[in-house]
């Protein structure tokens, strides 16, 4: 069955951008709605505990100002959790976060975790959010996300993107591993973290993968062809990889 694969356009560098000089401009929410014009299935926003990139005030504009859904990123803490259940956007993807790291450098341990997460599925889940966990490929810890309720998870390409090319197939062959494990449980797939046109192809073949999410390279290449254009290559880039798998299958 050929599913559908949403791209979810992360904005935070966007913020980063405007932070370096303390003023309005560049606006992540401006480039969130053209985002979405340009073809963007929904809008991902990390409000970090250190508020280094988006700010509160974005989240409020993002929630009235876009018309696709708001995958809110979030630390599982009592203080994002407010946010959250104030605004009830689409979906929480729940991340790990230490004030040192440039990135999310690794994905959420939901084994050793779990009783500190379940308080904040289970708060997400009753108001109506889709939550979703994001873990790095291994199996272990799909089932706690299972055990957990959280219906999705995302799991996170970083190493896969990162990797030396000789190394590459085997993290590779992780997430698919992984993907098709999550199938088999019954959770809803994502992956993202470190995707780019030259790595986003063999993620987007993965068909049980129904939704990526894309921020860092996006935003940097929009400044030497433009947003717009970065987002269509990656669309058409998706495409692409998705109907050869699907041609695949069903030949
Ligand atoms: N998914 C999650 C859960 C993330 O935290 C991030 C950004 O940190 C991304 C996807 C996007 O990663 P990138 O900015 O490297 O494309």
């Known amino acids: 069955m050929k599913r559908f694969l949403r791209l979810g356009v992360n904005i935070d560098h966007v913020a980063t951008v405007r932070n370096a000089r303390g003023i309005r401009h560049p606006d992540p929410v401006r480039a969130a709605v053209l985002a979405e014009k340009s073809g963007a299935d929904g809008i991902t926003a990390h409000l ?3 508020r280094r990139h988006i700010a509160d005030d974005d989240i409020d504009r993002l929630m009235s100002e876009i018309s696709v859904p708001l995958n809110f990123e979030m630390a599982a803490t009592d203080e994002m959790l407010e946010i959250a259940l104030r605004h009830k956007p689409h979906a929480a993807c729940i991340v790990p976060e230490k004030r040192e790291e440039l990135t999310t450098e690794g994905g959420l341990d ?7 997460l379940q308080h904040y599925v289970g708060e997400l889940s009753k108001a109506g959010i889709r939550v979703s966990l994001f873990i790095d490929p291994e199996p272990a810890q799909l089932d706690a996300a299972v055990s957990l309720g959280a219906p999705v998870v995302e799991l996170h390409t970083g190493r896969y993107c990162e990797v030396e090319p000789a190394e590459q197939d085997a993290e590779l062959e992780r997430v698919i591993v992984a993907a098709a494990h999550a199938e088999t449980l019954g959770l809803e797939c994502h992956a993202g973290h470190g995707l780019s046109f030259d790595t986003v192809g063999p ?13 860092h390279f996006l935003i940097g290449e929009a400044i030497f062809g433009g947003l717009e254009s970065a987002i269509k290559r990656t669309r058409a880039l998706m495409d692409k990889a998705r109907a050869e798998v699907s041609g695949e299958r069903s030949a």
């Open 203 to 215: 993620v987007a073949a993965i068909p049980t993968i129904v939704e990526l999410n894309i921020g």
């Open 110 to 116: 939901a084994v050793g975790g779990h009783n500190h």
């Open 48 to 50: 970090r505990e250190d």
